[in-house]
């Protein structure tokens, strides 16, 4: 009973540094997402892909690195962090694409990374 | 960016009074959903509501899409403690285009 899940749970980086967000998901989700939460800006969608080998840019999606290979997983990669890049990161499945009746969005539990 | 706005933003309240969120916007979603988010967890969903006008009832919450579509709001009944979270509205508008509001962030005082 897995869904979606989520490494690692924290990270520090420094600036430049570069590294990767893991996320997998065990529902045969077609559509994943990455988000970025920060206080009083709500969530905002980074990239997202609606399958395997298919992938788009968000709303936010500068300093971030996205593929999909496989359905299950989705790893967001930043190449040089920067502090600006400190937030918490969220992954998301869905069993189809949003838009029109707004399918249920299904979350992990969230990387928290600081980059100083 | 579809800009969807929540208020209030914090909100304290004693167990058992009633209490109403806003989320509103200039531009028109083909649907709205509401989530709740617990600290260190990601969001959940509560609600997606469609229709213009719609309302929908899930226990002691209940959630209204605005008759233009473009704003929505959750009133909740008796609130108890356990209704403590981040809730935050969300708006579809097209596909692959999920756009959330600011959050309201709820405490439920015992």
């Known amino acids: 009973n897995a869904g979606v899940t989520q490494t690692p749970k924290f990270q520090v980086l420094k600036t430049g540094q570069s590294m990767t967000l893991q996320c997998a998901q065990d529902?045969?989700?077609?559509?994943m997402s990455w988000y970025r939460q920060d206080p009083g800006m709500g969530l905002r969608l980074i990239h997202y892909?609606?399958?395997?080998?298919?992938?788009d840019q968000g709303e936010v999606p500068n300093g971030y690195n996205v593929s999909r290979s496989t359905t299950e997983d989705f790893p967001l990669r930043l190449l040089s962090a920067a502090p600006s890049q400190t937030s918490v990161y969220f992954c998301?499945?869905?069993?189809?694409?949003?838009?029109?009746?707004?399918?249920?969005?299904?979350f992990g539990s969230g990387t928290q990374l600081s980059v100083l | 960016t579809q800009l969807l706005e929540q208020s209030p933003q914090f909100l304290s309240i004693q167990e058992g009074e009633n209490l109403t969120v806003y989320c509103n916007s200039s531009s028109v979603f083909s649907s709205l959903q509401w989530y709740r988010q617990e600290p260190g967890e990601g969001p959940v969903l509560l609600v997606t509501v469609v229709t213009g006008g719609e309302v929908k009832k899930l226990k002691r919450l209940t959630f209204q899409f605005g008759d233009a579509r473009k704003d929505s709001s959750l009133h909740i009944t008796a609130a108890q403690p356990g209704d403590t979270g981040l809730y935050l509205c969300a708006g579809a508008a097209g596909a692959n285009n999920l756009f959330f509001g600011t959050g309201t962030r709820l405490t439920v005082i015992p």
């Open positions: 892909s609606v399958g395997a080998g298919i992938t």
């Open positions: 529902m045969n989700h077609e559509y």
């Open positions: 998301a499945s869905s069993s189809s694409p949003l838009g029109g009746a707004g399918e249920k969005l299904f």
